[in-house]
Each structure stands twice: as structure tokens, then as C-alpha cells.
């Protein structure tokens, strides 16, 4: 089992929709990182939090940390959202990757 | 703006040849990671160093892998020979020192082994 678990694993929506990928995990973080990949491979990190929430745009994550889970969140979505969107916890001085939520907002 | 820069962002190699990537991580930053992500899975680290000492590279395949940050600095990944089961993306991070939660991430190199 791995230590990160993300659900779902693919997400088709349509523009416009409310977003939600969740990301759970089983080890003792220090931080949890939501990071976002494009076609093509390279990683942007988009939020680092231990707790509560934090709001960029259109993009919102939160944690709750007695409940090792944490949610990222997409206001209305739009296509130039459609990217892996990884979730990664930090703790014992390691990241620990999730496998990644596929999003693809169809126009 | 800082970044991690890799170089080449994509290499198509022949099996049993060798190949090479390149990480200059963000300057100051004393730990340097090398991950690999195989196509439909999450990123698993494969050597993280400070400054020049390796810490962990306990996933590192020793056989055909090898890394090394010779001043502290930037950093090359080796695989030889190259297998087929080898194409993945490497992914090359940085942070300002071990145990720093934030970590920066360069665009990788993709590679194929044909």
C-alpha cells in the first residue's frame, strides 16, 4: 500500500465545474506539497502546507491533520487546467509521492 | 526568477549505451534530488544529496546508475548501460537545505531507451 494515496486516479470534467482531488496518507508529514505537471514532464509546485488552508487564484488546498487527508480544489475550472496534479508529503526529511490525478477539463 | 535547470529536457538513446543528465539546482541550495517517474505513476527518489555527500540512495539501481555532485554544486545522473525499462522522466530537485519542507522542482529529462 502506498504510503500516499490520491483519489480519483482520472478526472474528466467540463469547464466550468468545481473541482476536488483528494490525497490521503499513512506516514507522519511535516508539509504536504500539491504539485502540478503539464504534458511534457516538468513540475510547478502550487501549494506547501501543514495546516488549515491556502487560496492562489482559482486554486484552493487544505489539510486536516488529524485526519491525514488533504484536498485540492478548483474553482471554475478551465481547460488550461488539464494536468497531472500530484500530491507529495513531507516527513522523515523525504517526499513522499502520490501517483497523480489526471484532470482534463473539456471546453 | 530561480529555477532548477536540466539539460537535455528529452534523450532518445539505444539500449546499452550510456547516457547522462544535468541538474545546476537553485544556488545556495545544499540538498539536491534525483527523482525518476515511470509514465502513470508518482515520482520515487532515487539519490538525494547534501552538498556533495550522498545521504540516501538506497533506491538507486548501482549496477547501471551512478550520481555524483563533485563540489556541492550541480550534479550528473549516469545510466550505463541503458536498459528499455529505463524510459521514464528524471526529475531533478532542490531544496535550501535537508529537512527544509519546500522543495523546487526543474522540468525533468524524458528519456526513451529504443
Known amino acids: 500500500k502506498n504510503e500516499v494515496e490520491q483519489s480519483p486516479q482520472n478526472l474528466t470534467a467540463q469547464e466550468g465545474e468545481f473541482i476536488t482531488i483528494n490525497c490521503s496518507y499513512s506516514v507522519g508529514i511535516s508539509a504536504l506539497h500539491w504539485l502540478q505537471q503539464h504534458p511534457g514532464g516538468g513540475i510547478v509546485s502550487l501549494f506547501m502546507?501543514?495546516?488549515g488552508k491556502k487560496k492562489h487564484g482559482r486554486l484552493i488546498a487544505t489539510i486536516n491533520i488529524q485526519e491525514k487527508h488533504s484536498s485540492l480544489h478548483i474553482t471554475a475550472s478551465h481547460p488550461r487546467d488539464s494536468a497531472v496534479y500530484i500530491c507529495?508529503?513531507?516527513?522523515?526529511?523525504?517526499?513522499?509521492f502520490g501517483t497523480g490525478t489526471r484532470l482534463t477539463i473539456i471546453p | 526568477e530561480a529555477e532548477v535547470a536540466q539539460s537535455p529536457r528529452y534523450k532518445i538513446t539505444e539500449k546499452s549505451q550510456a547516457v547522462a543528465f544535468w541538474c545546476d539546482p537553485i544556488s545556495g541550495h545544499a540538498t539536491l534530488y534525483w527523482y525518476r517517474q515511470i509514465l502513470g505513476q508518482g515520482p520515487e527518489l532515487l539519490v538525494q544529496?547534501?552538498?556533495?555527500?550522498?545521504?540516501?540512495d538506497s533506491q538507486l539501481p548501482k549496477d547501471r546508475f551512478s550520481a555524483e555532485r563533485l563540489k556541492g554544486v550541480d550534479s550528473t545522473l549516469k545510466i550505463q548501460p541503458a536498459e528499455l525499462g529505463d524510459s521514464a522522466m528524471y526529475l531533478c530537485?532542490?531544496?535550501?537545505?535537508?529537512?527544509?519542507?519546500?522543495?523546487?522542482f526543474g522540468q525533468g529529462t524524458r528519456l526513451t531507451v529504443v
Open positions: 544529496f547534501q552538498d556533495e555527500s550522498v545521504v540516501d
Open positions: 502546507l501543514s495546516s
Open positions: 530537485a532542490s531544496s535550501l537545505y535537508q529537512g527544509r519542507t519546500e522543495a523546487f
Open positions: 507529495a508529503a513531507f516527513g522523515n526529511e523525504k517526499l513522499t
